[in-house]
């Protein structure tokens, strides 16, 4: 199986485990003496049975879950899967409309719940934050809890940035003297 192949498995087989609840599906991709990595600031998972303490703590302590997996980044037998599941608790109630109006404003676009969540393909190109919200588990048209996907294409935004910058200096220095 090419790397590109197996990669694009193993972020089919997290997508529909985790949002199924399938601890046996998502430990099945590890290897006995895997290292599973999944925040910046707590441990690894070691072998099978740190993966699956990780992921049914993490099923513990979700209600409805949806996850996006970006198309993988290959080097040669190595490849990198992005993956977006960000679950926002508010201390009070809101509606999805109001999430979103928090978020509205320059550079971010609202992407319609009728598309797929932004990933890294489609916002390629594009100049401004794209983001997606989905109200949690919950009755009513409010909740406290929200997934929220954000995309951007970050090369582009910090290349804006410099220019942005640049402009903003040299309108500040315009004989070009530093002080």
Not at 104 to 131: K, T, W
Not at 168 to 177: A, C, I, S, V
Request: aromatic share 8%; glycine share 8%; charged share 25%.
């Amino acid at each position: 199986m090419k790397t590109v192949d197996a990669a694009r498995r193993w972020g089919s087989v997290w997508r529909s485990g985790w949002e199924s609840k399938d601890t046996d599906s998502i430990v099945a991709l590890y290897a006995d003496e895997a290292r599973h990595w999944s925040a910046p600031f707590r441990g690894p998972g070691i072998g099978r049975d740190g993966v699956r303490a990780y992921v049914q703590q993490s099923f513990d302590e979700e209600d409805e879950i949806h996850a996006w997996f970006a198309e993988p980044v290959v080097d040669g037998e190595r490849a990198a899967v992005a993956c977006w599941a960000t679950l926002v608790e508010l201390g009070k109630a809101a509606t999805v409309n109001e999430v979103e109006a928090a978020l509205a404003g320059d550079h971010i676009d609202l992407v319609s719940g009728e598309s797929d969540p932004p990933s890294n393909l489609s916002a390629a190109g594009q100049e401004d934050i794209m983001a997606r919200v989905r109200k949690d588990s919950g009755v009513g048209e409010k909740g406290t809890r929200f997934w929220i996907w954000l995309a951007a294409d970050n090369l582009k935004l910090m290349a804006l940035n410099a220019i942005a910058c640049a402009t903003e200096l040299r309108r500040l220095r315009p004989l070009g003297k530093v002080q």
